[in-house]
């Protein structure tokens, strides 16, 4: 059999049916240097916040299955639509939800674990040289009812999905290029890095940063699956998550809560001088601290009031400027 990939898209790249072209482009390409494909999709654009809120208008308190069985839909409106656009460009390919694709969870509705993947349907699927378009952050339990596995989920399907093929990379596609300093979309200077350790990873996403889910990097670790973020609208390299770690490094700044941020780098424990840095730039700017916590790849500091994203500049450019060599400008 040739190499499985799985590419996942998030919902900014699959928003509208232009943006579903890009995809298609981007899936063609990839299916034309003979790899197996399986593509993993979100729901377009704003489409679960939508449901969520609808929902909530009709009942104050909505059952968590009922909610599991509308937001399910959106993620099975974008796999149909793109399974649809690639057969009309002459690429057969099939949609399947999460039951049909044989991902079976526990029953905790709106946040559920994957418990097993049975592969059967899509190894069919994809022995046919079919392109499998599954549908992200659903599976079903034992009752056979939808679950789905939290915001985000989409992720975790996919890094699930490539462990139980074995799959050569897991890709994620998103509107950054990569897993940034800071968020970029926030935070001035951040600059883009070209690899982190899944346990980096792991303290980034736990201290808020949404650019991957939690859980995917779990399963990614535990599976040794490469997981590579990239811009579906762009060909840059992006960054890469592997169990290589590099020893001493600073990697991202994160602020979770408003008022609590964490520097994360893999042996940060024994960085005294980053500490001192981050220690002066609280005392010079007066910022009233509760907490100071440090751990093997993380520093957490806890303040009294919301902290402005200028301090997180400061603590980027201060701590970051002599990590040139990881960074991917
Ligand atoms: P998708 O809809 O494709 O799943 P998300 O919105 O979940 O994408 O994640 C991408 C977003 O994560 C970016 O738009 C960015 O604002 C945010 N983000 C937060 N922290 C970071 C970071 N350190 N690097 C890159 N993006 C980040
Ligand atoms: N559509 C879901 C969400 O918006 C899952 C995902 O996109 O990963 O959270
Ligand atoms: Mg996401």
């Known amino acids: ?59 104050k308190d909505v059952e968590k299955r009922e909610m599991d069985a509308l937001v399910s839909c959106g993620e099975q409106m974008s796999a149909a639509k793109l399974s649809i656009l690639l057969n009309s460009l002459g690429y057969k390919a099939i949609s399947l939800t999460g039951w049909q694709a044989g991902i079976y969870t526990n029953n905790t509705n709106e946040n559920a674990i994957i418990q097993n993947i049975n592969t059967e349907r899509i190894l069919k699927e994809l022995e046919k040289k079919h392109i499998v378009i599954i549908t992200g952050f659903q599976g079903i339990n034992e009752n056979m ?29 998103s509107d950054v290029d990569g897993v940034y300093t800071a968020d970029p979309n926030k935070i001035k200077n951040s600059k883009k890095l070209s690899a982190l350790s899944y346990e980096e990873m792991l303290e980034i996403s736990s201290e808020g940063a949404k650019v991957l889910h939690n859980r995917c990097i779990e399963i990614g670790e535990k599976f040794k699956i490469p997981i590579i973020t990239k811009s579906t ?54 910022l009233d601290m509760l907490e100071f916590d440090v751990s093997e790849s993380k520093i957490s500091v806890t303040f009294k009031n919301v902290v402005d994203d200028e301090i997180l500049e400061e603590i980027q450019s201060k701590l970051l400027e002599d990590e040139k060599q990881y960074l991917n400008v």
């Open 145 to 173: 009812d939808i679950t789905t596995f939290g915001r985000g989920g989409s992720d975790t399907s996919a890094v699930a999905v490539a462990a139980a093929l074995n799959a050569k990379n897991c890709y994620i596609f």
């Open 1 to 59: 059999m040739n190499d499985t990939i799985v590419l996942k898209f998030g919902g900014s790249s699959v928003a509208d049916n232009e943006k579903l072209k890009v995809v298609a482009d981007k899936i063609i390409n990839m299916y034309n240097k003979n790899n197996n494909i399986v593509v993993i999709l979100s729901a377009q654009g704003k489409m679960t916040d939508k449901l969520i809120s609808e929902a909530k208008e009709l009942a």
């Open 233 to 286: 609208f762009n060909n840059k390299p992006g960054t890469v998550i592997s169990d290589i770690i590099e020893e001493n490094t600073i990697k991202s700044i994160i602020k979770k809560d408003l008022s609590r941020v964490s520097i994360v780098g893999n042996g940060i424990i024994r960085n005294i001088d980053a500490m001192k840095s981050v220690l002066d730039i609280i005392d010079k700017n007066k």
